[in-house]
């Protein structure tokens, strides 16, 4: 009965909302979405909105490119030319494919540098490496988390630490994973990453986006100031973030009483908009196209528009080993980590920080 219980509570869910200034001093939008590494999906909607502009437009299409690699041995993501040709010279990304975060082992290179291995107690054992239980195993730790910084290694590659590791991944314990990859980076470099992993089984892939106008879509009523929302005036934050789960769905919105499948409508207040423009774009996308993104959605407002607002809706792996910077992420029954922005004509904006259970609070 206890089990039977269990398996009936929903599970613990975190939302942060704040509301800030583009124009702020102390702002925190840029260092929220440059350290949200592992984003598969970006949308956005603008309300009375039938075309992109064409700034916007160009944007979304120059989000790849990105890379999937099979059998990637883990080693290559610690040698000399790999550390001094991409870790160096820009920002790479690095998450294992196809891999459950709370079943399989799992790896994620970070743009600092780091590699973290989230790894059985089996693997863990075999490797021989330091690292820590993870903070979801429970009483029965079966879970290891190791993190390997390699801007540290690449100052003194002869060193015994150096030669632990390196012999752990190619002798004790070798591992092969299949990686999604994407390396940014500023000027011409010689190294390419297709070049660089020429000898494995791997494939330049640009991300899908998908484009639709909404028609007669009913928006919820916001104030900049009523986070929380005002009765009868205003909708708060987190109503606002049920409706666009909803809109994102294609979900019906009108509770009409023969539709068996969703029985939720919009909050209110609301208001009816002729159009609203949805873009979604999907693959493995930096955090570096997602700042251009929300820049040019702030600049949106530059000229008179008749939307009051627009969003910026962000979602993570469900199976990476991080959320935010490097703060564990496990699955527990859902793997949620994401965040949305709602930005205002008086550039105003309220951001939404939401993560499962397995996760410490968003920063």
């Keep these: 009965m206890a089990t039977l219980r269990r398996l009936r509570q929903v599970p613990r869910h975190l939302l942060v909302c704040e509301k800030s200034n583009f124009g702020h001093d102390k702002s925190r939008h840029r260092h929220l979405v440059e350290t949200h590494y592992h984003n598969y999906r970006v949308s956005f909607l603008i309300p009375e909105c039938g075309i992109l502009s064409k700034e916007l437009k160009n944007l979304v299409m120059e989000t790849g ?47 600092n540098g780091k590699l973290i291995l989230s790894l059985d107690k089996d693997t863990y054992e075999e490797t021989g490496l330091q690292g820590r239980p993870s903070k979801y195993s429970g009483r029965k730790v079966m879970k290891f988390i190791v993190s390997i910084d390699l801007m540290d290694l690449s100052f003194n590659l002869n060193s015994k630490k150096y030669e632990r590791i390196s012999w752990s991944f190619k002798e004790k314990k070798p ?51 009523a986070l929380q929302g005002e009765p009868e005036a205003a909708c708060s934050a987190p109503e606002l973030l049920d409706w666009l789960g ?91 980590h994401l965040y949305n922005f709602v930005i205002f004509n008086n550039q105003d904006y309220w951001l939404q920080m939401a993560v499962g259970a397995n996760d410490d609070c968003p920063p």
């Design 65 to 111: 490119p990105y890379y999937f690699v099979k059998n990637l041995p883990l080693h290559e993501l610690i040698t000399h030319d790999f550390i001094h040709s991409f870790v160096k010279k820009g920002s790479f990304y690095a998450l294992t494919y196809n891999t459950n975060i709370d079943e399989d082992n799992t790896v994620a290179l970070l743009p």
């Design 175 to 225: 591992l092969k994973f299949d990686f999604l990859l994407a390396w940014h980076h500023t000027g011409a470099e010689e190294s390419t990453v297709m070049s660089h992993f020429s000898n494995y089984r791997i494939q330049e892939h640009q991300p899908e986006i998908a484009l639709s106008t909404v028609t007669e879509l009913q928006c919820p009523v916001l104030r900049s100031s």
């Design 246 to 336: 909803a809109v994102f769905s294609h979900t019906e919105l009108n509770n009409e009483p023969h539709n068996f499948i969703s029985t939720y409508c919009c909050p209110q207040p609301s208001t009816v908009v002729a159009k609203a423009y949805l873009c979604t774009i999907t693959g493995f996308i930096l955090p570096e196209k997602i700042c251009l993104l929300l820049e040019q959605l702030r600049h949106y407002f530059d000229e008179p528009k008749l939307a009051p607002w627009v969003t910026l809706s962000v979602q993570g792996f469900a199976d990476s080993p991080v959320s935010w910077r490097e703060n564990e992420h496990g699955f527990r029954k859902g793997g949620e």
